[in-house]
């Protein structure tokens, strides 16, 4: 049995945050149906209109969908929800369901006749979840952003990179899919645990901005306490100290030197030579003497030569992969971080892992993602709607 096995999520939400928090669940059981829009809304075509083929943007197309881990384990349903027909059969998809997630703007769920005070009524117990960059309230709640301007509203942004130089930026790592998705994904696994003592589901308003100054919790804490904000290069974690940074190595990689403690730092201190540094490791005037140091000494061998030979050594010591070597890592292969999942026709399909390893209800990719729409004669079928009614809705574009 699955961890999630029984729990029905109904998902609306469209770009990365929304799709990864209902892969989470999804990995762990629950029976997770797209709702997606109509080609006409997407394209502003007219229902119908015809659609010149491109058939090898069509087969890139279909790769990709394939491997798209964030559509795994998933149904679609391709629902016009401006349609009150399109609202009917979204309500009676609601009265079953237990967990509804949406990422449109706020308001928006509001003139769609799809919010959590309408759906409520329909189903006291469902849980509804909404993202946005902002949350349903405050001064920002309506101006638009991405990844990047949310973790720059939270103080993360600022306080990436290196003294002097542009802040780094993280990818779309931190918003997107941690103060975001992972968020929203341990938001509603919280509010289904709550609902099994209250019997009442309930509304979460999570803002990506939020998401990301709540990760920022230890260093936030720091600074209350009368210390001061991180600033790029400038605290311990951040590049400040030459025990824990990164070094350029022989052929032009990276080694990741993170030893903090002072037994860690001993044991560097005795490979690169120098057991004189042992009780300067706190001594910032002696820093630029050390790091330069460790920058020649590294540069001596490869990365990987000298992650061979320090792996068993015991100090916090990694070579700094790019993403196609990280997935072919020993390490990450033993744990299960490539998978594969059965595709069309029983292709085995590459795919990301799951990363909690829970030992009794393991999560798992089982299915790649479907097209949009996939499952719409099905899931209409299990309404009660006929042959004959779900094409006249396919002609009046409410599906598709």
């Known amino acids: 049995m699955s961890a999630l096995e029984g729990i029905k999520v109904l998902d609306m939400s469209r770009l990365a945050p929304g799709p990864f928090c209902t892969m989470l669940l999804s990995d762990f059981g629950a029976d997770v149906l797209l709702v997606e829009a109509p080609p006409h809304l997407v394209s502003r075509r007219p229902p119908g209109e015809p659609v010149e083929r491109d058939e090898e943007a069509e087969a890139a197309a279909a790769r990709v969908l394939r491997h798209d881990a964030l559509r795994r384990n998933k149904r679609s349903i391709v629902l016009n929800l401006r349609e009150d027909a ?7 998809l609601c009265e079953d369901a237990d967990v509804v997630l949406e990422g449109f703007r706020p308001g928006v ?30 001064p920002y709640r309506l101006m638009v952003g991405h990844d990047i301007n949310y973790i720059s509203v939270a103080g993360a942004l600022g306080a990436i990179g290196r003294p002097g130089q542009k802040p780094a930026i993280p990818l779309n790592i931190l918003a997107d899919y941690a103060g975001g998705g992972t968020m929203a994904a341990f938001s509603v696994a919280a509010a289904l645990m709550a609902r099994e003592r209250s019997g009442r589901g309930q509304y979460i308003d999570l803002a990506l901005s939020d998401g990301v100054l709540y990760l920022l919790a230890a260093a936030v804490s720091r600074m209350l306490a009368g210390g001061e904000p991180p600033r790029p290069g400038a605290a311990t974690y951040s590049g400040a100290n030459p025990h824990y940074d990164v070094y350029e190595t022989a052929d032009g990689g990276y080694i990741s030197l993170g030893t903090q403690e002072a037994h860690f730092w001993e044991n560097l201190c005795d490979v690169v030579g120098r057991e004189d540094f042992k009780p300067l490791q706190h001594d910032t005037d002696r820093h630029p003497e050390i790091r330069a140091h460790l920058e020649a000494t590294f540069r001596e061998r490869t990365r990987d030569e000298w992650f061979e030979q320090l792996k068993e050594t015991d100090l916090c010591i990694s070579p700094v992969y790019a993403l196609d070597e990280a997935l072919e890592d020993p390490h990450n292969r033993h744990r299960g971080m490539l998978s594969s999942v059965a595709g069309p026709g029983g292709e085995q399909v590459a795919q990301i892992g799951v990363g909690p390893k829970l030992s009794e209800t393991p999560g798992s990719p089982k299915t790649v993602g479907p097209s949009a729409g996939e499952q719409t004669d099905e899931v209409l079928a299990s309404l009660g709607y006929g042959e004959d009614r779900i094409e006249e809705l396919r002609t009046a574009g409410i599906i598709g």
């Open 109 to 138: 769920v509001e003139r769609l006749g799809v919010d959590y005070e309408t759906l409520s009524r329909l189903n006291p117990g469902i849980v509804y979840c909404s993202l946005s960059g902002y949350g349903q309230d405050g």
């Open 86 to 92: 399109g609202r009917q059969i979204f309500y009676s």
